[in-house]
């Protein structure tokens, strides 16, 4: 078989020399006629287009040729039959890198001219790093054991050792690639082929040391061995390659070229005709895009292109896999319809991706996540990084010496001429690189800075680097495409914002402890207030501006960028953030997009919270979250009412101040009544008959399926049987974790969806809520299951479900308060009541504001003889106790109930809201400390 292969490729070669020499001839005349007049040939076309496009170490040159560019051939000729094969000492090594530059932490080093560069495999390095390899594994063949499935799995790395020394003996590129081949194929083969088996581990992490070495600067660097490993595992046959496990564990190990992959793989599934390609993609995006959406193994645009394919799938009228419809499904409940208007649902015509002038609507976001995959890349053409430099450089100058932003407009003109000649402008890829170089000149000036000055000194450096690289964005946007046409300029802003983001996900990962986030925010908060200027080109552009920047803001939220939080809230809390994003859009179709931004701080937040693990820098940031929420509930109090759901299923229980804030927001056009009216009864109040709104299904909140029909089927029939005996398993986490056994997330939208549908059902009888008509039936059933049955923790989850309702006058606080004091009044033990009080207390005791339902409800309770709440004996266990409820009623009622034994005064005053913030500076929050500090009490 070999030997026909061979002679195969040698016929091949031999019909190939005599066609090629044919298509050739014409340029051979060019050559020869040249030599004949004493003159070297040299064609300026291919000159261009090589210096434009091929690296510097294997471009032909007016001078001709040197022996390292030969050595590419001669070393591919040595495993091609029909070449002449060179001796092992007169091979030399091709560079496996794209040109002579080297990466040092991440930063692009150019090597002067007098330096040269020895090859990967000329040098001392690579042979240890492969001497290495063969001790490494040599050990792991003694760690497996002698069973006959350890034997095949040793011969896999018996075969990886052998394929170690013939690279460490050849010491050239094509040994190397080999090998890297084989450590890609057995992995997959492996994977495959022995999944579940406990010796599969060591045979894995054996594959991926020796592709982790590979990687080693020293060797061939991480740019060319991820291509590498992408290109094989691309050619590698289909039932290897869609094999999830094995794909994860590469991209995991970051081993993989996500934009060269992603890119495959969104062609590979053929429009949905692809199902082997189909069944694999649909399990692997949501591992990365849902289940495990905040992963540092990727980021969110990295399966951007692969998404955007299954979703366009899911809407054809055809049969779709198992598991499509609910991913899609899944993507536009976590990411997508946050994220974006509600009208923008509906999946846009296709693009082609990179194209700033394109006239096509592009999908939301396509340039930001291609531009955050571009910003990896660092195969520039030769000179581009030396030309980027001197023309922003060139550009900071004339910013500087306009005299102020606006004159910067003049000397861009001439300025944009710079640009053409040189290059830059000619393609969307050489833009796209000149915004990379440039965004990393000006990161890489704050970490030369600090070694060398202060601070102070750094700051304004970058804030001139800065701000004239913002400006230069911004007047290219400006000044791009027809005036009819805004795509360009969106598409152009997204680029920019993706290489900025991706560029910061990098140096966070890079920089760790030492990483400054100085430069990116200054980028971010003088381009939004560029774009969002009194200018009539960005006025018709603001709207799709804003989805960029939310969208950006969402991607490096701090959860995925711990150390830029400080700044990311700075951007989310300034004041002209805020405006755009919850006034001046029209028809509130954005504030679902900053309901998203505040649940990515609460998520980073609730760890800290609900252990209450309050370090000094956690606390300044609570602080200032605590802050734009004041500022919110003051100016756009609807925002919180229509989406306080979100926000409640998001902090923690034990959050009693910011849980607060968000339920004492009420509409802006609502009037409260004074909470402590003598003898005030809901039924008097017009707005206890209309539900707020609630901008959830709460109905698909509860999973799974099975669950709600059995809730359905009991509200109805009071059947199964076993609903009640089985509702307290079904509420509980799979897994037993100390301090969360309970789904809180469930629990509430149980209690709502059950509330709701009891009140629909009163309703439609033509009744109203009251202590008679909720009582005895299906529903109150599960509540008082719920109050019993539970353990401590579960009870006290479920009654701040219940409290979580008492907002401002609605149907939903009347009926949720009448729940509340039924529970009470019917309980038979004082363990229910207790806790009740204390879930009513705890909210009650903390700084205001305070919800006007809560004060209702406690009020009632206190107040009303018929609760006999002064003669429970929690009330009475304790003299601090006794003086703490005391004090509290001494606020809510005007005369002394017999049990307390004095006359208390009524303090009929609403509770107000102390902001304690400039609106004169560039952001509402403030991180010092302040008079109203008491305000902002962490909890």
Wanted: glycine share 6%; net charge negative; hydrophobic share 40%.
């Amino acid at each position: 078989m070999e030997l026909a292969c061979v002679f195969i490729q040698k016929t091949a070669v031999e019909k190939a020399l005599v066609e090629i020499d044919k298509r050739l001839a014409s340029e051979y005349e060019v050559r020869k006629q040249a030599k004949l007049e004493g003159r070297r040939y040299c064609d300026p076309v291919m000159l261009s287009y090589q210096i434009d496009r091929i690296p510097e170490s294997i471009r032909v040159k007016p001078t001709g040729t040197v022996h390292l560019q030969l050595g590419v051939y001669e070393d591919f000729s040595r495993n091609i039959p029909g070449f002449l094969p060179t001796s092992e000492g007169e091979a030399p090594f091709m560079n496996p890198k794209l040109n002579n530059r080297l990466e040092l932490g991440g930063q692009v080093v150019l090597p002067s001219n007098n330096i040269s560069l020895p090859p990967p495999g000329a040098n001392d390095d690579l042979l240890s790093i492969y001497e290495k390899l063969i001790g490494q594994m040599d050990n792991y063949l003694q760690d497996l054991s002698s069973s006959a499935l350890s034997n095949q799995l040793s011969n896999g790395i018996r075969l990886l050792g052998e394929l170690i020394l013939t690279a460490k003996t050849s010491r050239s590129v094509v040994g190397a690639i080999t090998l890297l081949q084989k450590g890609v194929e057995g992995l997959l083969e492996g994977l495959a082929a022995f999944p579940a088996d406990p010796e599969i581990i060591r045979f894995r992490d054996a594959h991926l040391l020796v592709l982790k070495a590979l990687q080693d600067p020293r060797a061939f660097g991480e740019n060319w061995v991820n291509r590498q490993v992408t290109k094989t595992l691309i050619e590698t046959r289909s039932d290897l390659k869609f094999n999830v496990e094995a794909v994860d564990t590469l991209i995991r190990s970051n081993l993989v070229n996500m934009l060269q992959f992603d890119a495959y793989l969104a062609n590979a599934l053929e429009k949905g005709n692809n199902i082997p390609a189909m069944n694999f993609a649909i399990p692997l995006v949501r591992m990365y895009c849902v289940d495990d959406r905040f992963s540092v193994a990727v980021n969110e645009g990295d399966f951007f292109h692969t998404a955007d394919i299954l979703c366009r799938c899911a809407t054809m009228n055809r049969q779709h896999p198992e598991g499509l419809l609910s991913l899609v499904e899944a993507l536009r409940g976590n990411t997508a319809t946050p994220l974006q208007p509600p009208t923008s649902l509906p999946l846009p015509p296709a693009e082609t991706p990179g194209s700033f002038g394109e006239r096509t609507p592009p999908t939301v976001s396509t340039h930001l996540h291609t531009g955050m995959s571009q910003s990896r890349e660092f195969d520039d053409p030769s000179g581009l990084v030396e030309k980027s430099e001197l023309l922003l450089r060139e550009w900071i100058r004339l910013y500087l010496t306009a005299g102020s932003p606006k004159d910067s407009s003049k000397p861009f003109s001439s300025f944009i001429n710079e640009l053409n000649l040189s290059g830059i402008l000619k393609s969307d890829d050489v833009i796209t690189r000149f915004f990379r170089i440039s965004v990393q000149c000006c990161v890489n000036q704050v970490y030369q800075g600090l070694q060398t000055g202060g601070f102070a000194f750094v700051r304004g450096k970058v804030y001139q680097a800065t701000d004239a690289l913002v400006r230069l964005v911004s007047l290219l946007i400006r000044h791009i495409g027809d005036e009819g046409n805004s795509a360009p300029k969106i598409n152009l802003l997204n680029k920019f914002l993706g290489i900025v983001a991706g560029l910061l996900i990098q140096d966070h990962e890079m920089q760790k402890a030492e990483f400054q986030q100085l430069p990116f925010h200054r980028m971010f908060i003088m381009l939004f207030q560029d774009m969002m200027g009194p200018d009539t080109v960005f006025e018709n552009i603001a709207m799709q501006a804003l989805i960029g920047f939310s969208n950006t803001m969402h991607i490096v939220n701090p959860v995925k960028v711990p150390g830029f939080a400080y700044a990311w809230l700075e951007i989310v809390g300034n004041r002209m953030f805020i405006a755009r994003m919850l006034a001046l859009a029209s028809d509130q179709k954005y504030w679902a997009m900053y309901c998203q931004l505040l649940l990515d701080l609460f998520k980073f937040l609730q760890p800290f919270m609900r252990n209450a693990d309050m370090a000094n820098p956690v606390q300044t940031l609570y602080r200032g979250t605590l802050r734009v929420l004041l500022v919110i509930l003051h100016d756009f109090p609807d925002f919180l009412c229509d989406y306080s759901y979100h926000f409640l299923d998001a902090i923690p229980p034990n959050c009693i101040q910011m849980r607060n804030l968000v339920l004492s927001a009420f509409p802006r056009n609502m009037r409260l009544p004074d909470p402590f009216t003598a003898n005030l009864k809901f039924e008097m109040l017009a707005d206890t008959s209309i539900a707020p709104r609630i901008l959830s299904n709460i109905g698909a909140m509860i999973t799974p399926q099975t669950f709600k029909k059995d809730i359905d089927s009991y509200l109805k029939t009071r059947a199964p049987v076993t609903f009640l005996s089985e509702l307290r398993p079904n509420l509980q986490v799979q897994f037993n974790e100390e301090g969360n056994r309970y789904n809180i997330a469930l629990i509430n939208a149980l209690v709502l969806y059950v509330g709701s549908q009891h009140i629909s059902v009163i309703r439609g009888r033509g009744q109203t809520p009251n202590l008679s008509t909720v009582a005895h039936t299906s529903h109150m059933d599960i509540f008082q299951n719920l109050a019993v049955d539970l353990d401590t923790e579960g009870r006290y989850l479920f009654l701040n479900a219940l409290a979580n309702q008492l907002r401002f006058p609605s149907s939903h606080t009347h009926y949720f308060s009448l729940i509340i004091l039924y529970l009470f009044a019917q309980s038979n033990t004082e363990v229910v009541q207790e806790q009740i009080t204390r879930v009513l207390l705890e909210r009650l005791v903390v700084n205001r504001p305070h919800p006007w339902g809560l004060l209702v409800t406690f009020i009632e309770l206190i107040k009303n003889p018929t609760y006999k709440f002064w003669s429970h004996e929690f009330v009475h266990c304790a003299p601090e106790v006794e003086k703490l409820f005391e004090s509290v009623a001494r606020s809510c009622m005007v005369t002394k109930t017999p049990a307390m034994g004095s006359q208390v005064q009524v303090q009929t005053e609403m509770t107000g809201i102390h902001l304690g913030t400039s609106t004169n500076g560039p952001s509402l929050i403030n991180f010092n400390t302040s008079s109203d500090s008491s305000v902002l009490e962490t909890d």
